[in-house]
């Protein structure tokens, strides 16, 4: 009998010995939310590259990507209102920031920063747009800008030359009409927020960037006269057809069409954010080349030719996240190897999950498309020269940033003046600064 006891006493402790590992190595689960494109192979993505390489990685925390439609943001709002929501928190731009910031919705992440070094990581310009009071709280996902894309052959068929200047500019976009096309391809069907990045064209390349940084800081009113003209050649530009022939036609116009415009020579320009680059991929098989370039240089205020800056998402991480530190780790995973970090984006042809990282141009491999090489050497160059601008979705506050898109079809229709958008303009900008509402915006 005792001989029976000592046995069962023996396999007991066995088994114990045997599941003890399994107990105390119960994974972290971490969650993150983001937002789901399904027909680019998006979703896909993130699981293959980010999720199942993150969890294959160590064996302490289980990375779990949870997508939810196209737009993240409201589901993620309405989750932090409630108390809840992911470990982290995806965006699509410092204005989300700012009032998750406001409302106490956002951990700092200023320790891990310093832990993990992400100050010498990160592009001074995207870091400074996650520092809020002093502490660093939002992590740039991706950066873009606004640049043009055009058809090469098509240009080099008719002889035509890319414009450096405002009569350059309006004299080729005559020429194209005058051939039945569309000067550029655009439209805002599907998203109406595409107002806003010609708005930021102008103000940019018109005002100029040296003027649009005094308006963002208050040493200037969005009223001031080279606003004011910036909007109003917009506006005629606009009602010359320039984008997709018509108002009407850009109204009704969305991303699969003015693709195939670009594409399929209807149109033989584009002005875009660096998304776009993603577009250029219809050109395959076409026959027909394509390229890119900066802004044309409106006007003599606007200096040399600029990249407005922006980060094209964020991540945070949830003030109520129980588990913060594994959060951080999966952040700090995401940006410890610009190798892996390149070889993503690459998949992504470079529109999406380039994240502002120091890159060196010994960074990118022999395979990568000598344009798109081209355009991120550029930019890193240019930049550092002094020579950006400001894109609106990401320096303005909640309420201004709204308005300039979706007030902009009343100007368009006649409704109200210029001068009257600018005016309500500068009252949400008053309003924002008194309230301390303002993003982050590096000094000059």
């Given at each position: 009998?005792?001989?029976?006891?000592?046995?069962?006493?023996?396999?007991?402790?066995?088994?114990?010995?045997?599941?003890?590992?399994?107990?105390?190595?119960?994974?972290?689960?971490?969650?993150?939310?983001?937002?789901?494109?399904?027909?680019?192979?998006?979703?896909?993505?993130?699981?293959?590259e980010?999720e199942?390489?993150?969890?294959?990685?160590?064996?302490?925390?289980e990375?779990?990507i949870?997508?939810?439609?196209?737009?993240?943001?409201?589901?993620?709002?309405?989750?932090?209102?409630?108390?809840?929501?992911?470990?982290?928190?995806?965006?699509?731009?410092?204005?989300?920031?700012?009032a998750?910031?406001?409302?106490?919705?956002?951990?700092?992440?200023?320790?891990?920063?310093?832990?993990?070094?992400?100050?010498?990581?990160?592009?001074?310009?995207?870091?400074?747009?996650?520092?809020?009071?002093?502490?660093f709280?939002?992590?740039?996902?991706?950066?873009?800008?606004?640049?043009?894309f055009?058809?090469?052959?098509?240009?080099?068929?008719n002889?035509?030359?890319?414009?450096?200047?405002?009569?350059?500019?309006?004299?080729?976009?005559?020429?194209?009409?005058?051939?039945?096309?569309?000067?550029?391809?655009?439209?805002?069907?599907?998203?109406q927020?595409?107002?806003?990045?010609?708005?930021?064209?102008?103000?940019?390349?018109?005002?100029?960037?040296?003027?649009?940084?005094?308006?963002?800081?208050?040493?200037?009113?969005?009223?001031?006269t080279?606003?004011?003209?910036?909007?109003?050649?917009?506006?005629?530009?606009?009602?010359?057809?320039?984008?997709?022939?018509?108002?009407?036609?850009?109204?009704?116009?969305?991303w699969?069409?003015?693709?195939?415009?670009?594409?399929?020579?209807?149109?033989?320009?584009?002005?875009?954010?660096?998304?776009?680059?993603?577009?250029?991929?219809?050109?395959?098989?076409?026959?027909?080349?394509?390229?890119?370039?900066?802004?044309?240089?409106?006007?003599?205020?606007?200096?040399?030719?600029?990249?407005?800056?922006?980060?094209?998402?964020?991540?945070?991480?949830?003030?109520?996240?129980?588990?913060?530190?594994?959060?951080?780790?999966?952040l700090?995973?995401?940006?410890?190897?610009?190798?892996?970090?390149?070889d993503?984006?690459?998949?992504?042809?470079?529109?999406?999950?380039?994240?502002?990282l120091?890159?060196?141009?010994?960074?990118?491999?022999?395979?990568?498309?000598?344009?798109?090489?081209?355009?991120l050497?550029?930019?890193?160059?240019?930049?550092?020269?002094?020579?950006?601008?400001?894109?609106?979705?990401?320096?303005?506050?909640?309420?201004?940033?709204?308005?300039?898109?979706?007030?902009?079809?009343?100007?368009?229709?006649?409704?109200?003046?210029?001068?009257?958008?600018?005016?309500?303009?500068?009252?949400?900008?008053?309003?924002?600064?008194?309230?301390?509402?303002?993003?982050?915006?590096?000094?000059?």
């Open positions: 009998m005792l001989k029976n006891n000592i046995k069962i006493l023996s396999l007991l402790i066995g088994l114990t010995t045997l599941l003890m590992p399994a107990i105390g190595h119960t994974k972290t689960v971490i969650t993150w939310w983001n937002y789901s494109n399904e027909g680019s192979g998006l979703n896909n993505a993130l699981k293959e980010i199942d390489r993150f969890n294959a990685s160590q064996s302490e925390i990375l779990q949870i997508f939810k439609g196209e737009d993240v943001n409201g589901p993620t709002r309405t989750a932090l209102l409630a108390g809840a929501g992911p470990d982290i928190i995806t965006s699509s731009g410092s204005t989300y920031v700012r998750y910031y406001d409302g106490g919705f956002l951990k700092s992440l200023e320790p891990y920063a310093q832990k993990y070094g992400w100050k010498e990581k990160i592009l001074p310009w995207a870091y400074n747009l996650g520092v809020f009071d002093g502490e709280y939002s992590f740039p996902q991706n950066y873009e800008s606004m640049i043009y055009y058809n090469k052959t098509l240009f080099e068929e002889g035509w030359k890319l414009p450096t200047n405002l009569t350059e500019y309006e004299s080729l976009a005559a020429e194209i009409k005058s051939k039945n096309m569309h000067p550029f391809a655009y439209g805002s069907s599907g998203w927020p595409t107002h806003e990045h010609l708005a930021g064209n102008y103000f940019n390349t018109f005002a100029g960037p040296d003027n649009v940084y005094k308006a963002l800081v208050g040493e200037k009113k969005w009223t001031d080279e606003f004011v003209e910036a909007l109003e050649l917009l506006k005629k530009h606009m009602m010359d057809g320039y984008w997709s022939g018509s108002l009407e036609n850009y109204y009704a116009n969305d699969d069409g003015f693709s195939a415009q670009i594409t399929n020579r209807e149109a033989a320009m584009m002005q875009i954010g660096t998304w776009g680059f993603e577009i250029m991929e219809g050109f395959k098989g076409s026959g027909d080349d394509w390229d890119w370039a900066p802004l044309t240089i409106l006007s003599e205020d606007a200096g040399e030719p600029n990249y407005q800056l922006s980060i094209g998402g964020t991540m945070s991480i949830n003030a109520a996240s129980e588990n913060p530190d594994a959060a951080a780790e999966v700090n995973w995401i940006i410890s190897d610009k190798n892996r970090v390149l993503f984006t690459a998949k992504r042809n470079y529109g999406e999950w380039l994240l502002p120091k890159y060196e141009e010994s960074d990118f491999s022999p395979s990568v498309d000598q344009r798109i090489r081209d355009y050497v550029d930019f890193a160059k240019a930049t550092g020269n002094g020579n950006y601008g400001y894109t609106t979705w990401t320096f303005y506050p909640a309420n201004a940033g709204t308005h300039i898109w979706k007030d902009m079809e009343s100007v368009w229709a006649g409704d109200i003046s210029v001068v009257e958008f600018l005016a309500e303009q500068q009252k949400l900008w008053d309003k924002a600064r008194d309230a301390n509402e303002l993003i982050p915006v590096g000094k000059r």
